[in-house]
C-alpha cells in the first residue's frame, strides 16, 4: 500500500515542480522589463535620413517636387517633435513600450502610452519622386551617403530597437536583427537588411506615382518584449541613419541619368 501511494505521489511532485519552475521563468522575464523601464536612460540619439535618385521627401507636403529635400538631419527631426510633440529627442529616453497595432504604444503593465512622453518617437514624412517607383530601405553606402543602420556602445540595443513605417494602411517594421529576411507579424510586414544589400520584395516598402505627395508616418521604439531588451541596454548611446532608393516593380534601381536626377 505504502508503495502505491509513493508511486502516485510521483507526478504531483513534477507537476508542482514544473508549475513552480514557469512562474519562475514568467516572473524573471518581468522584473527584466520592469527595470529596464524604470532605469533607462539612452543618453544621446542621432537620426540622420537620406534619399536615392530622383526621390525626395520633406517633413511637410510641397507642390513641387523641387522643394523637397534628400537629407534631413537630427536638428531638423528634433525641431518637428519638440514643436508637435513637446519634448526634447535630445534629452528625453526612449522606454521600452509595445505594441499590437503599431499606432498605439503600451507600457508592460498594459498602460497606453502617450505621444508627447517621449518613450517612443512619431513622425511623418512626405515623400515625392519624378517617376513611379517602389520604395525600399536600403543598407548599401556611398560616397556621400550612409546606408540604414542601428549602432550603439551596446551591441543589444539594435537588436531591440523597431522603426516603422505606415502608408495606405499599411505597416512595415524594421528589425535590425532579422537580417536579410520578412514575415507577417500582426498585419504588418516585418524585415531587416544585410549588409551586402539586394532589392528585393523582402526590403520594398510602399510605391510612389510620379509627382504625388504620399504621407508616411515613422514610428521609432525600443520592444519591451524583444528579449535583448534587458538592463544592460541602460545607459546606452545610439545612432540611426536611414535610407531610401526607389526601384522599379521588379526591384531594379534607376541610373542617375535615366531617372532624371536633379
Avoid at 519552475?21 to 536612460?41: E, G, H
Avoid at 543618453?43 to 517636387?65: A, C, P, Q, Y
Avoid at 535630445?90 to 521600452?96: C, K, Q
Wanted: net charge negative; aromatic share 10%.
Amino acid at each position: 500500500m505504502k508503495k502505491t501511494e509513493k508511486k502516485t505521489a510521483h507526478p504531483l511532485y513534477t507537476s508542482i515542480l514544473l508549475f513552480l519552475m514557469a512562474v519562475a521563468a514568467v516572473t524573471a522575464v518581468t522584473i527584466a522589463w520592469l527595470s529596464i523601464a524604470d532605469s533607462t536612460k539612452v543618453r544621446s540619439m542621432n537620426l540622420d535620413i537620406t534619399s536615392g535618385v530622383s526621390l525626395r521627401f520633406d517633413l511637410d507636403e510641397h507642390k513641387t517636387f523641387e522643394e523637397y529635400v534628400k537629407t534631413l538631419t537630427f536638428h531638423q527631426i528634433a525641431d518637428r517633435i519638440q514643436s508637435e510633440k513637446g519634448f526634447s529627442m535630445e534629452t528625453t529616453p526612449l522606454e521600452p513600450v509595445t505594441s499590437s497595432d503599431f499606432s498605439t504604444f503600451s507600457f508592460e503593465d498594459g498602460s497606453v502610452v502617450t505621444t508627447n512622453s517621449g518613450a517612443y518617437l512619431e513622425f511623418e514624412l512626405n515623400f515625392m519622386a519624378t517617376r513611379d517607383m517602389v520604395v525600399h530601405l536600403s543598407s548599401a553606402n556611398t560616397s556621400t551617403q550612409s546606408g540604414t543602420a542601428v549602432s550603439s556602445d551596446n551591441s543589444a540595443l539594435a537588436q531591440a530597437m523597431r522603426i516603422s513605417f505606415t502608408a495606405d494602411d499599411t505597416t512595415y517594421i524594421y528589425s535590425p536583427g532579422m537580417g536579410a529576411s520578412s514575415t507577417t507579424y500582426n498585419g504588418a510586414k516585418m524585415f531587416g537588411l544585410s549588409s551586402n544589400m539586394v532589392y528585393s520584395d523582402d526590403n520594398a516598402l510602399f510605391s510612389l506615382k510620379e509627382n504625388q505627395n504620399k504621407v508616411v508616418t515613422v514610428h521609432i521604439w525600443l520592444e519591451g518584449t524583444d528579449e535583448a531588451c534587458t538592463d544592460e541596454l541602460k545607459g546606452a548611446n545610439y545612432s540611426i541613419s536611414l535610407r531610401f532608393e526607389g526601384t522599379d516593380e521588379k526591384n531594379q534601381l534607376f541610373d542617375s541619368e535615366s531617372a532624371g536626377e536633379r
